[in-house]
Each structure stands twice: as structure tokens, then as C-alpha cells.
T-cell receptor, first 110, second 112 residues
Framework: QKEVEQNSGPLSVPEGAIASLNCTYS??????FFWYRQYSGKSPELIMF????GDKEDGRFTAQLNKASQYVSLLIRDSQPSDSATYLC??????????FGTGTRLTVIP | DVKVTQSSRYLVKRTGEKVFLECVQD?????MFWYRQDPGLGLRLIYF???????EKGDIPEGYSVSREKKERFSLILESASTNQTSMYLC???????????FGPGTRLTVL
């Protein structure tokens, strides 16, 4: 079983809609969770991180964490074509052990 | 802003050559990492370093070595390049073991 699982997509949403990206992880001891955005041919850039159960909002982005269900998600409100990218979920299970999912490709249709 | 730079964006080498990939960060970060990224496999950790002259193996260290002589610089070495090492190589750094990692622009290496 992979440490971090994501649906590879592609996920297509119309412009202005909410995009919902999901991630599950296997290690119950995982402590911190990160979402990275990666445009084609570019390197990953950090969008958000979350440590505690619940929601964390930053502009159009909301990260949601449910440790009991071992589930973390990223919501993108008012999706824009510029949001089209691959979104990587990363989970830290211990010092220096950051595990990445394979990413979900999002396409926002104008 | 954190800046992580890598010596080359694109590199083409021949089988058996020794290859050096350089990474430099300018934020005095303790930790530095080397990953490779392949389609369908995601990011896989090759090596990381949490201090000068210290290194730890990641998930796929075979065929690679690293060097960290100065805090800001972390080098990845392919002792004898093989075609299965054709990949995107990403360097990252973080302030400490628990902070987020910041990535360099990547080096796309092709081994012929």
C-alpha cells in the first residue's frame, strides 16, 4: 500500500466552479500535511500546509484535514484556468520523512 | 523569498559518464534533498542532508551519491550514468525537519 494516495485524474471543472482534490494516507502517526501545485514542466510550489484537524483557508484555497479518517483535501473556489496544474499531496510521518502522492491533474475549462 | 537554484535546466549525457548536479539555496536552510520525478511514480527521495557533511539515504539511493561540503550547496553525483537514470531531478531545502520544503526549478537529465 502506498503511503499517500491520490486520484491521478484528470479532474475537469468549469471556470468558476469548486474543484475538490482528495488525498488519503496510511500512517496514523502523520503529523503535517502539504499541498503543492506543479505546472507542466515546472517544479512544485507550496500552496498550503495544515497540521490540525479541521479547515484552513487561504484566499480561494481551503485545506481540510480529518486525521481519524486519514484524509486530507484541497478545495479551490472560483476555479480559474490558471489553476490548471497537477496538485501534489505530501504527508510528513516523522522527521525528514515527507511522502508525496503521485498528484492529481486538474483542468479548469473556460 | 527562498531561492533554490540548480546548475542546469537540461542535461544530456552518455551511458557511463559521471554526472554532477548542483543545488544551491540562499536561506541558510539546514536540510536539503534530492528527488527524482517520473511519470506515474511521483516524487521519490534519493538522498537528503540535515547538516554539512551529513547525508542520509532516501528511498532510491542506488547508483547515486551526494556531497554537502557547504551548508548552501548540495550535489548529486551519478557515478556511471545509465539510461534508467533519465528523469527530472529536483532539489529542495527546508529550514528544519518539520518545515515545508522549497523546490528548485529542476534538471531534466537524458542519458543516451
Amino acid at each position: 500500500q502506498k503511503e499517500v494516495e491520490q486520484n491521478s485524474g484528470p479532474l475537469s471543472v468549469p471556470e468558476g466552479a469548486i474543484a475538490s482534490l482528495n488525498c488519503t494516507y496510511s500512517d496514523r502517526g502523520s503529523q503535517s500535511f502539504f499541498w503543492y501545485r506543479q505546472y507542466s514542466g515546472k517544479s512544485p510550489e507550496l500552496i498550503m500546509f495544515i497540521y490540525s484537524n479541521g479547515d484552513k483557508e487561504d484566499g480561494r484555497f481551503t485545506a481540510q484535514l480529518n486525521k481519524a479518517s486519514q484524509y486530507v483535501s484541497l478545495l479551490i473556489r472560483d476555479s480559474q484556468p490558471s489553476d490548471s496544474a497537477t496538485y501534489l499531496c505530501a504527508v510528513r510521518a516523522g522527521a525528514n520523512n515527507l511522502f508525496f502522492g503521485t498528484g492529481t491533474r486538474l483542468t479548469v475549462i473556460p | 523569498d527562498v531561492k533554490v537554484t540548480q546548475s542546469s535546466r537540461y542535461l544530456v549525457k552518455r551511458t557511463g559518464e559521471k554526472v554532477f548536479l548542483e543545488c544551491v539555496q540562499d536561506m541558510d536552510h539546514e536540510n536539503m534533498f534530492w528527488y527524482r520525478q517520473d511519470p506515474g511514480l511521483g516524487l521519490r527521495l534519493i538522498y537528503f542532508s540535515y547538516d554539512v557533511k551529513m547525508k542520509e539515504k532516501g528511498d532510491i539511493p542506488e547508483g547515486y551519491s551526494v556531497s554537502r561540503e557547504k551548508k548552501e550547496r548540495f550535489s548529486l553525483i551519478l557515478e556511471s550514468a545509465s539510461t534508467n537514470q533519465t528523469s527530472m531531478y529536483l532539489c529542495a531545502s527546508s529550514a528544519n525537519s518539520y518545515n515545508e520544503q522549497f523546490f528548485g526549478p529542476g534538471t531534466r537529465l537524458t542519458v543516451l
